[in-house]
């Protein structure tokens, strides 16, 4: 036997050796076979300074250290977050590519546009939940309205007068502002952008006058003065905006809270779902990122890949009803 072996070159040997071990059951299977080893890269469909951006470069560094190796984040914006999804969908299933996208990437866009080039349920395997986000009414400083009442009074005195941004179109801060719009009984004008950093300087800037937006887009804004938080779109007030009421303190029912989820292309091995999973809860945990997540009005979740499956089902059955219901088309 020893004489055999002197004729089979080292590596071959050592790769014989760790196949028969591993099928024995000796060592485990990931001994041979480490993952990661080279970056991982997270594809966002939005430009740098929006919220999901935001608590990705939080994570990021954490995933980092955890697995050994760099997690890179890549910003690919356009179509309100389909050009990001579409690349992230045509990426190879090794766990190297991971998607992040909001609530609209994940459920509203497809519940409303019929021809997208990839198919969410079957092109992707769901990860985890990171976070949930309040979303906030934002309005120019200057506009003399300072309580839903009053913005509803002026829409209706001013039909077609009042122009809202987006981050684009089907995106959940469009959706957001159709279904306030529908719910207040009120006409707006949709101006849609590529991302919620140009969407929400715009209304800074007062070229339009609010958006619909997750707390941490708005929040230095509000901080410096150049927008006024109206209203909270959830069921209860936020511990970042404690004087500023719920939109449902004044039309009874209404609830609208935004998600951000990982997800990865479907066929990526399980075990690697598992392992980066684990460093997106584990990174959730650390003191320092709850104290930042919490800061920017984020709340961190971080379930399984089967509960965030079936969460993204609920969500895309959800929004297929409320934008049948409210007859809302893309502009």
């Given at each position: 036997m020893k004489r055999i072996l002197n004729l089979i070159p080292l590596k071959l040997a050592v790769t014989c050796v760790l196949t028969v071990l591993v099928n024995w059951g000796a060592i485990p299977a990931a001994f041979a076979q480490t993952f990661p080893t080279r970056a991982i890269h997270i594809i966002i469909g939005f430009p740098p300074g929006g919220a999901i951006d935001t608590i990705a470069r939080v994570l990021a560094p954490k995933m980092?250290?955890?697995?050994?190796?760099?997690?890179?984040?890549?910003?690919?914006?356009?179509?309100?977050?389909?050009?990001?999804?579409?690349?992230?969908?045509?990426?190879?299933?090794?766990?190297?590519?991971?998607?992040?996208?909001?609530?609209?990437?994940?459920?509203?866009?497809p519940a409303i546009m019929k021809e997208l080039p990839y198919n969410v349920q079957k092109d992707f395997a769901p990860v985890t939940q990171v976070a949930s986000s309040g979303f906030v009414i934002y309005v120019n400083?200057?506009?003399?309205?300072?309580?839903?009442?009053?913005l509803i009074a002026y829409a209706k005195a001013n039909p077609g007068?009042?122009?809202?941004?987006?981050?684009?179109?089907?995106?959940?801060?469009?959706?957001?502002?159709?279904?306030?719009?529908?719910?207040?009984?009120?006409?707006?004008?949709h101006v849609p952008y590529k991302g919620s950093s140009?969407?929400?300087?715009?209304?800074?800037?007062?070229?339009?006058?609010?958006?619909?937006?997750?707390?941490?887009?708005?929040?230095?804004?509000?901080?410096?003065g150049r927008l006024r938080a109206l209203a909270t779109m959830g069921s209860?007030?936020?511990?970042?905006?404690?004087?500023?009421?719920?939109?449902?303190?004044t039309i009874p029912g209404f609830n609208l809270t935004n998600w951000f989820g990982m997800a990865v292309p479907a066929g990526t091995p399980a075990e690697r779902i598992v392992r980066i999973q684990k460093s997106v809860v584990d990174a959730l945990k650390q003191p320092d990122v709850l104290t930042t997540l919490q800061g920017l009005g984020v709340d961190p979740v971080g379930d399984t890949p089967?509960?965030?499956?079936?969460?993204?089902?609920?969500?895309?059955?959800?929004?297929?009803?409320?934008?049948?219901?409210?007859?809302?088309?893309?502009?």
């Open positions: 980092a250290a955890d697995l050994g190796q760099s997690v890179v984040v890549e910003n690919k914006p356009g179509a309100g977050g389909v050009i990001g999804m579409q690349a992230a969908a045509r990426s190879e299933p090794d766990g190297y590519t991971i998607f992040m996208g909001t609530m609209g990437n994940f459920s509203i866009t400083s200057q506009l003399p309205i300072k309580t839903v009442p009053e007068k009042l122009n809202f941004s987006s981050s684009g179109n089907a995106g959940l801060p469009h959706m957001a502002g159709e279904m306030f719009a529908s719910a207040a009984g009120i006409k707006m004008t140009p969407s929400v300087n715009d209304v800074v800037a007062g070229q339009v006058q609010l958006t619909f937006e997750a707390v941490a887009v708005g929040l230095p804004h509000v901080k410096s209860q007030r936020l511990a970042v905006f404690p004087d500023v009421p719920t939109v449902a303190e089967a509960q965030f499956g079936a969460f993204i089902k609920e969500e895309l059955s959800r929004w297929q009803k409320v934008i049948a219901e409210g007859n809302i088309k893309l502009d």
